[in-house]
């Protein structure tokens, strides 16, 4: 009996590590989980930025049959446009730094995880998140360099003498910095999904 009771006594020891071991995962998790609820605004800067969008291609559409002097304003009308999907992305920038913050304030809690393996998983997640902040950081950059260049295209197009060539050259340049910001934007794509797998093996390990 005494030796069955030394078996038992073992045996809840162990299990009380374990559990030790996961609440500590835990903790670091609920902190970690702070950066989504903060990145649930940037569903909000989309919807504004895809409307400004919608926005764009409409007055675009309208320079097919503009006359000299709707020219004009329309130019104007996209280069106040273009400031405004700006500022969304800016608003983007801004929720996203938050997001890194909570996620540095997290990070405490590694270190007060016993078990390595969860440790590892712990700081292989904030690894994860540190090359998905940079790739949305490529991904804004590149938008910018769009907007930009669009910005001057369409105040260009507001000036008194302009050339359909100037104006072709410029579009063509457009398109290649197009492509620039889908191959970043798939680029972020890969790293959320990265950190998700992460995540997911982090929830299996607390949840089990």
């Known amino acids: 009996m005494k ?8 045996f809840s020891v162990a299990l009380a590590g374990c559990s ?15 950066t989504v609820q903060v990145e649930k605004g940037i569903g909000d800067a989309t919807a504004e930025f895809e409307e400004l969008e919608a926005e764009k291609a409409e007055l675009q559409a309208s320079l097919e049959t503009a006359t ?40 405490q809690y590694i270190s007060e995880i016993s078990n390595e393996t969860s440790q590892e998983q712990a700081q292989s997640l904030v690894s994860a998140m540190e090359e998905r902040y940079s790739a949305h950081g490529e991904m804004i950059g590149s938008y910018k360099t769009v907007l930009n ?12 003498d302009i ?14 910095e197009y492509q620039q910001v889908q191959e970043d934007a798939q680029t972020f794509s890969d790293q959320t999904e990265n950190v998700n797998e992460i995540k997911r093996e982090i929830e299996t390990r607390i949840e089990g």
């Open 3 to 10: 030796k069955l009771f030394g078996s038992l006594l073992i």
């Open 20 to 34: 030790s071991s996961e609440d500590e995962l835990r903790d670091f998790y609920n902190a970690f989980q702070e």
């Open 68 to 107: 000299r002097e709707e020219l004009s304003e329309i130019s104007a009308e996209l280069v106040d446009n273009t400031d405004e999907r700006m500022s969304q992305l800016d608003e983007e920038v801004s929720i996203m730094a938050e997001s890194r913050s909570r996620m540095e304030a997290a990070e």
């Open 149 to 160: 260049s669009e910005n001057d295209i369409f105040e260009y197009l507001g000036e008194e």
């Open 163 to 176: 050339s359909q060539d100037e104006v072709d050259e410029r579009l063509n340049n457009l398109n290649e």
